[in-house]
Structures are given as C-alpha cells and as structure tokens.
C-alpha cells in the first residue's frame, strides 16, 4: 500500500512541476514574438541582450526557494515547527538580501551594464530600460519563486502551478495589449513580464487565507547554519540557470561579432 501511494504522490508532484515550468517556457516563447512583430530587429536584439540579466534573477531565486524549501520539508516531517518558521523567514531575509543586490545596478547603472552586455547606440535606449525595469522588478520574480517552492512542498502542487501558468499566460495577454493596443514599446514587454510573478505571487494568497500553510514568519535574527542550507541545497538550481545566461551572453558575443564584420 505505501509504495504505490509514494509513487503516485511522486507522479503528481513531478507532473504538475513539468506543467508548470512548460508554462514560464511558453511565457518566453511569446514574449520574443511579440516583441519581434512589434519592436522589429531592434527590440529583439535588445531582449536578447537582456535576457541573460533574467535567468540570474531566476536562478538565484530557484537557489534559495529550492534550498529553503528542501530543508523545510525535512524539518515538517520531523515535526519541528520552530525550525520550519526559522528556514522560512530565514529564507525570506535573504530574498530580501539578494533583490537589494539586483536592484542597486537598476538604479545606478543600466547604461554600463547594457553596454558591457554588448548593446550598440542602435538598441542601447531599449537595452537600458528594458533591464532597468528587469532588475527594479527582481524582487517580485525572487520572492515568487521562494513562495512557490514552499507552497508545492508544503501539500499544494496544484496551486503552485496554477500560479505559475496564471502568471504566464497573464503575460502573454499583457505583452499584447501593452505593445499593440497600447503602444508603450519595450518598456510594456518588460512591463508585462515583471506583473507577471506578481500575479502569480496573488494566485497563491488562498494558501494563507485558509490556513493551509504550515510555514508561518517568525521574529528571530539571521541563522547563518540556515543560509549555508538554503545556498548549498539550492545551488544546482542556480548553476542551471547560470549556464543557461553564459551561453546566451556567449551566443550573443558571436553574433554581434559576426554582424561587424
């Protein structure tokens, strides 16, 4: 009888995951349409340059969502509900420590970093506010994916996913009426892509309302036993993402090199 309960419960789990993360690809997908069919050549080069910005952002969200989540797991099937509460404000500190980090270059230096990035003075105005509004948005895309790795560990896969494919379609929606409709150029892709994991943030508030969350924010200092968990446990997922961003920024090296000649 437990094998294959353990089976199917791992089968559902996986599923839903698969689903969900099929939704953030298909997100992508239609945000380099519309933008190409909107923007022409010149706002798909400026997405491209800064989508490497993003899978940064994402992985570093996954790390700590992952790791805090992981841990948080174990800890509520021990059944040690003040370490639960600990991992997950814990964790939420240092969402809260990274998006400092990814905001203070939105505010200081797009321009350099669009530059560094490989933008020309052709696509350099889209580059940079696209990843000024990208990085101002880092800590709603973190904290989505902190809230969903802990609200599909903690017994709702189903809203967890519903969450993520809620937020987006969403942006695809918005993607349309912001750059047709309503014609606000780059700045409304990447406008549409940033309440994106706002939306999804809002999906998942029955979680709480109904007091099916086993997570709760506690009053207590930073534990630096839970920040090397949550950084080991979910490093993986950042080297993924990482990856991903260093063969984009490489792609885009070549291709801007071969375009010069």
């Known amino acids: ?65 992952m790791g805090g989540a992981t841990k948080f797991s174990v800890c509520k099937g021990q059944g040690d509900q003040r370490l639960v509460n ?43 506010t696209y990843l000024r509004w990208l990085l101002l948005f880092s800590p709603a895309f ?3 994916d902190v809230l969903l790795c802990f609200v599909r560990n903690d017994g709702n896969p189903q809203l967890a996913m519903c969450a993520m494919l809620i937020g987006s379609f969403s942006n695809v929606a918005l993607d349309y009426i912001f750059i047709f409709p309503l014609h606000m150029g780059i700045f409304g892709a990447i406008f549409a892509t940033g309440l994106s994991p706002v939306i999804s943030i809002l999906m998942m508030f029955p979680h709480w309302r109904k007091n099916k969350n086993s997570f709760h924010f506690l009053r207590t200092g930073i534990c630096m036993k839970i920040v090397k968990w949550d950084l080991s446990l979910g490093f993986p997922s950042l080297i993924a993402q990482i990856s991903s961003g260093i063969v984009m920024i ?9 375009a010069c000649k």
Request: charged share 10%; glycine share 10%.
């Open 86 to 128: 600990k991992i997950y404000t814990n964790t939420v500190y240092l969402a809260v420590l990274f998006s400092i980090a990814f905001l203070l270059p939105g505010f200081l230096c797009p321009g350099r970093l669009a530059s560094a990035l490989g933008a020309d003075r052709i696509v350099l105005e889209m580059t940079v």
């Open 1 to 65: 009888m437990g094998q294959p309960s353990c089976i199917r419960e791992f089968s559902r789990y996986t599923v839903l995951s698969v689903f969900g993360t099929l939704g953030v690809s298909c997100y992508i997908l239609a945000d380099t349409f519309f933008v190409s069919k909107g923007l022409g050549t010149s706002g798909l080069t400026a997405l491209n340059l800064a989508i490497p910005v993003y899978n940064f952002i994402h992985g570093t969200g996954l790390m700590i969502g």
């Open 250 to 258: 490489t792609f885009n090296a070549i291709i801007l090199k071969l």
């Open 142 to 144: 973190i904290l989505n």
